[in-house]
């Protein structure tokens, strides 16, 4: 008895440190003292209804089809994901990461997802929108003296209406050719410096309409660092990707050129080159990987990722002057069909990569597909929300794809489609 006594004490000592242990390392792997999507739980956001699919198997197969004949058929490298609820339907990786076929591609490979980075930028501005560190009607000039914008607001950058020139042309026009030019790589910072230095002419008054510019994102990052005053990587890191579980996930630096994932040219398999704009970020260089995002497509579904009313506010389109189909909310791209129903999504370029990231509101499915061998090709994968919900535009972008329409399946890249 004695021994059984002891026994069981030791079985509880053993289970105690083991809990103290295990929340210890979760309090040390949250600790932050910046405001964070830690309160989200991952295990609780959807229910087990979220998850049915009523013809799952047929609908699994026809996306291994569409796999077999885009991915496959062209020859493209990377990875694809298409889950329900908390259920990934699909799943598949091909490639490799690296020149001379290093880093063979799988669920583990961090990819560059370029343009799709604007989404979590703008959630951790949101974040600390809520938090009350920084208002959406914030003027640029309260934070960076000089700046010669006086309407340029948070919001107005966020959906894409501030009017700013596109960093990757304006610089090349300045005369003579500014100091910053003569580095390997720009930051942004030195892209602040120069329209506060210059200033360049706006491309379109601030808030008469909406305007896709790289300048925007570039500059929200530089407003995370001084609202959080940290580098961008780091808040990134603490606010949004260890929260999240996002575990293979950072923003790239130039300490990551000879480790990370590279992009190639389509076809002869060569290696897309980096250039001087190739380590400017908040509007590219998140290198992530399908479960990733899966992970923060996730979160954003969860009551407790945002206010309400701020959360609302992300999906909401923005840019009404011109009726359209096309429109934008707080980075994130949407269609609006003739029938009401609203495509929420974001795609990337940049250089070698292609990206798709579509979280569907209605049906709650997550779709990403992440490309590092140039191809247009990669942008198909957003025709697959057709099958989840009433897009007709996207259904019959499916329909042509799998019935070997080229021209659909080379001009996919639409202007608005980045």
Known sequence: MRNFVLALSAFFVIFSCKNKSETKENITENKTSLPNYGNVDLDKVFTKQDDVLSDKASMVRYIDQYYKKVWEGSDLSGGILVAKGDDILYENYRGFGREGNQMPIDKNTPLHVASVSKTMTAMAMMKLIEAGKIKLSDHL??????????????????????????????????????????????????????????????????????????????????????????????????????????????????????????????????????????????????????????????????????????????????????????NYGLGFRMKIFDNGEKLTYHNGWWHGTNSVFAHLLKSKVTIVAIGNKYSNRVYTALALSGLFEDFPVQKDKLHSVMNDNKDTLSSQHEVYGE
């Open 141 to 326: 000039t309260q934070f960076f003296p000089g700046f010669p914008y006086p309407n340029v607001t948070v919001q107005s950058l966020l959906s894409q209406r501030s009017g700013l020139p596109k960093y990757e042309h304006f610089i090349t026009n300045i005369k003579p050719a500014p100091a910053e030019l003569s580095k390997p790589f720009i930051t942004n910072e030195d892209v602040l410096n120069m329209i506060i230095k210059y200033k360049p002419e706006l491309a379109r008054e601030t808030n008469t309409g909406f305007m896709y510019c790289n300048t925007n994102f570039a500059l929200l990052a530089l407003l995370v660092e001084k609202v959080t005053k940290m580098p961008f990587p780091q808040a990134m890191k603490e606010m949004v990707f260890e929260p999240l579980k996002m575990n293979h996930s950072y923003i790239f630096q130039e300490k990551d050129i000879p480790t990370a994932s590279q992009s190639f040219y389509y076809g002869r398999g060569k290696l897309y080159p980096l250039d001087r704009l190739d380590l400017i970020y908040g509007d590219k260089n998140v290198y992530t990987t399908p479960r990733d995002l899966f992970n923060f497509s996730k979160a954003m579904f969860s009551k407790d990722f945002l206010k309400p009313e701020l959360m609302q506010m992300v999906f909401e389109p923005y840019s009404n002057e011109k009726a359209g189909m096309n």
